[in-house]
């Protein structure tokens, strides 16, 4: 719960200074989201999701399981590698430029 109040001040302090807030999961390999407890991660993004829901300023995306990251986009299971890193960079860029109209203020959800 604290978290998420701290979370929602940094959004809420950016909405009034009209800065938009992209939050996402990040991809991870198979060998640590086997690993993770699924009570909780299915907080965390249903937390992620209502944020985007709520709040205008706010849109998530979540990576976690995307199928363009193989193996040689991880430099372990939770950490991408260079090739990885760019590999997210560009799909976010990608994501923020089509997108342009909701990051502008609408409340559509680009999950």
Same mark, same amino acid.
């Given at each position: 719960? !604290? ?8 959004? !809420?302090?950016?909405?009034? /200074? ?5 939050l996402y999961t990040p991809p991870a390999y198979h060998t640590y989201? #086997?690993? %993770? #407890?699924?009570?909780? %991660? *299915?907080?965390? =993004? ?7 829901? !709520? &709040?205008? *300023?706010?849109? &998530? @995306? *979540? ?8 193996? !040689?986009?991880? &430099?372990?299971? #939770? @950490? %991408?590698?260079?090739?990885?890193? /760019?590999?997210?960079?560009?799909? =976010? ?7 342009? #109209? ?5 409340? @559509?959800?680009?999950?």
């Amino acid at each position: 719960a !604290e978290n998420v109040n701290f979370l929602r001040s940094i959004i !809420e302090f950016a909405k009034s /200074k009209g800065v938009k807030v992209f939050l996402y999961t990040p991809p991870a390999y198979h060998t640590y989201t #086997d690993n %993770l #407890d699924a009570k909780q %991660l *299915n907080q965390t =993004i249903v937390t992620l999701i209502n944020m985007a829901n !709520e &709040y205008s *300023n706010v849109k &998530y @995306h *979540n990576f976690l399981l995307d199928p363009d990251f193989s193996s !040689e986009d991880f &430099y372990d299971g #939770d @950490h %991408l590698n260079k090739s990885g890193a /760019k590999k997210l960079t560009i799909k =976010i860029d990608s994501i923020i430029n089509i997108n342009k #109209d909701a990051l502008s203020g609408s409340k @559509h959800n680009m999950q």
